[in-house]
């Protein structure tokens, strides 16, 4: 079963479960003059994906695709939106565009810089390089400036069906996806090594920078929206992060 929900103003989460994983697969359709669409989904999932955007807007005008990494889930149908939509454009990071993405689509990219605006009409998306948060070198997350919601990707991921937006504590469900952590159906599923944690290392460093962005609505990829204090809810992420997955590795 696919949903639909608006969980900011023009922005959309298209949500199906998969029940043999016990997980949520969710894209995000920004309903704008040049519409966005985060996460194309899997190839196998491009004709529902279709079908849900088609009752918003007409997928033929989607002028941007963009998601965090290059992995099926992200981007697995990138070129079959590529091909409905004739004016659209990828835009991800320079590392993606250059080692997977313009190889991949149909299309050439449009280069993200650190910063950089993407601008949809009425409203403003910017472009955050994070190597490795959630994971792969080539990374990158957008705020929309005005409402503030973040396209967090894996970030926060929550197992189960579960409710499209919430203003609970989701820091707790995400500590038990990652708590049994080689139990899980995705083991290593985020890189974490004591390196991490040391003098500032690089993923704490990201996700303290995306907290003071002041996110208010944390758009997660799999599992429930999150709306409330974003900038708390990264900073309790980095935290957990530390405590469970610095805790594994020092019990090996």
């Not at 009752?55 to 998601?67: A, E, G, H, L, T």
């Not at 944690?197 to 944390?218: F, N, S, Y």
Request: glycine share 6%.
């Amino acid at each position: 079963m696919t949903s639909i929900t608006e969980i900011a103003p023009d922005i959309y989460r298209i949500s199906t479960y998969d029940p043999k994983i016990d997980m949520q697969f969710i894209q995000f359709l920004v309903k704008d003059e040049k519409p966005l669409l985060f996460h194309t989904g899997l190839k196998g999932m491009f004709s529902i994906v279709h079908d849900a955007v088609a009752k918003i807007i007409d997928p033929s005008q989607i002028r941007w695709i963009s998601f965090s990494h290059f992995e099926a889930d992200e981007c697995g149908s990138l070129n079959e939106w590529l091909s409905i939509a004739p004016n659209a454009q990828t835009g991800c990071s320079p590392i993606a565009a250059f080692v997977s993405v313009d190889d991949f689509a149909i299309r050439p990219s449009k280069i993200m810089q650190h910063a950089e605006v993407l601008n949809t009409g009425k409203y403003n998306f910017q472009f955050h390089h994070t190597p490795q948060v959630p994971h792969g070198w080539d990374a990158g997350l957008f705020l929309e400036t005005s409402h503030k919601t973040l396209f967090c990707s894996d970030l926060f991921h929550q197992f189960g069906d579960v409710e499209a937006i919430t203003e609970s504590d989701v820091i707790e469900r995400f500590r038990q996806t990652i708590v049994n952590y080689e139990a899980s159906p995705f083991p290593n599923y985020i890189p974490y090594t004591t390196h991490s944690d040391a003098c500032g290392g690089l993923r704490q460093r990201i996700l303290q920078e995306l907290a003071v962005l002041k996110p208010r609505t944390l758009a997660t990829m799999h599992g429930s929206t999150f709306v409330g204090d974003g900038e708390r809810a990264l900073q309790d992420l980095a935290v957990v992060l530390r405590e469970v997955l610095v805790n594994q590795i020092t019990a090996t």
